[in-house]
């Protein structure tokens, strides 16, 4: 109970992964200010914007519904907290998984983003009701081809479901992307992954310049900072799970270290550079970009793995 207990609030749990969360958060708008010939926040800025929000006045609407309005975030926090657990300690200890842990983690990750819909339609104004409406449709949009995607190593492993499994099939034949079919889902679900973290071209729910902030224009103080608290583990912990799945994992000796942390910050960097070249989609235009393209592109890595490809 105690050690379940450390790996949840410590590591590899919610305080790990909010420290790194939160450097992770600099790094972005480091390098974003950088490439925008700026000279960006000192490296402690986040923490500072994550302190002063705690310190900030919680404001409910009055038109808004209370409890809902001030649990979403924390369940979004929760979710991903209980996802980057998972996943840390199946590289750990992968042969410590659970059956159908892949599965599991796939849910949780929809968690946040149903949050911040919960979140947005309870506050009672039109314009966070409006960004949770986009929001639903983006969850709706990129959902189907990610998971088509994620269902290719799936095929590859021989129907394996068991995170741990996954990881040691890779460790044993080599990792995903070095099949065609690898690399098509590899790249489905990077773009789905922009999307899942809601950044540029996919950044349509809190679209700022048309309305406001989106799901979270009446969110202040706490609650406020949880969301943002949320958004940047999420930077953190949903590359990771690309690197988990489709890359080997980290594995915890020697030099293999360093790469396990290189593999992150490429997928971290093509993040970055994706956010800061690409001009913002309108809902419709992701949609059909989703439910054409990369679903098409994604049923045809599906039916490469099936053949072996």
């Known amino acids: 109970m105690v050690k379940t207990l450390f790996n949840f609030i410590v590591f590899p749990g919610f305080l790990f992964t909010a420290l790194v969360g939160i450097l992770v958060s ?5 390098v974003t200010a950088r490439l925008q010939w700026r000279v960006g926040p000192p490296v402690l800025q986040p923490l500072y914007d994550f302190v002063k929000l705690l310190g900030k006045e919680t404001i409910v609407p009055k038109s808004g519904s209370r409890w809902t309005f001030l649990l ?20 750990i200890s992968p042969e410590e998984t659970f059956v159908g842990d ?3 983690v796939i849910y949780l990750l929809t968690i946040p983003s149903i949050s911040v819909i919960l979140g947005g339609f309870a506050s009672g ?10 929001e639903m449709k983006m969850v709706l949009a990129y959902e189907l081809p990610f998971i088509l995607a994620i269902f290719i190593p799936v095929i590859r492993a021989h129907g394996v479901i068991r995170l741990g499994d996954l990881l040691q099939y890779q460790w044993a034949n080599g990792i995903f992307v070095h099949s065609a079919s690898g690399i098509i889902a590899f790249v489905v679900g990077i773009i789905c992954m922009q999307a899942k973290l809601a950044l540029v071209p996919f950044d349509i729910p809190e679209a700022e310049t048309e309305i406001i902030a989106g799901p979270y224009t009446e969110y202040s ?11 940047w583990m999420m930077l953190f912990v949903v590359p990771i799970f690309m690197v988990v799945v489709f890359m080997g994992g980290i594995l915890f000796s020697g030099w293999h270290i360093l790469w396990g942390i290189l593999k992150y910050v490429l997928l971290l960097v093509i993040t970055i550079l994706m956010r800061n070249t690409n001009p913002r989609l309108r809902i419709d235009q992701a949609i059909k970009f989703f ?19």
């Open 221 to 231: 103080g706490v609650p406020l900072a949880l969301y943002k608290l949320t958004r």
């Open 26 to 30: 600099w790094i972005d708008r480091k």
């Open 102 to 104: 892949l599965i599991v």
């Open 125 to 134: 104004n039109p314009l966070a009701s409006l960004g949770a409406s986009r």
């Open 291 to 309: 439910w054409g393209p990369m679903a098409t592109l994604a049923v045809a890595g599906v039916i490469f793995a099936f053949l072996g490809l």
């Open 72 to 91: 979403a975030p924390v369940v979004g926090l929760a979710a991903v907290t209980i996802v980057s657990t998972l996943l840390w300690l199946v590289m």
